[in-house]
């Protein structure tokens, strides 16, 4: 798992800073992007855990998405272990 702080805006939009007048352009929201690899048998348990921790009690907008992706492949530099044994 990589845990990365990040700035950015999806349907809350970010919102617009104005000093004196004058636009000073988009300010991102803060936000943690979380990068996590897992072997299909954890990924439902894993998507649940997700779902369980981020979301809010009445479910607003901000709460994350969460992005499922194939792995190619994955290699361990170490050792070369490749596929499920690297993960």
């Known amino acids: 798992m990589t845990v990365t702080e990040v700035q950015g805006y999806g349907r809350q939009r970010g919102y617009l800073d ?13 936000k943690v992007k979380l990068e996590i690899a897992v072997n299909d048998e954890f990924l439902e348990p894993t998507i649940n855990t997700i779902l369980k921790v981020a979301r809010t009690e009445s479910g607003r907008i901000g709460d ?13 530099i170490r050792t070369g272990e490749r596929g499920r044994e690297a993960i």
């Open 64 to 76: 994350g998405k969460i992005f499922v992706l194939p792995l190619e492949d994955v290699i361990r």
């Open 18 to 30: 104005e000093i004196l007048g004058v636009d000073k352009g988009i300010r991102f929201v803060r």
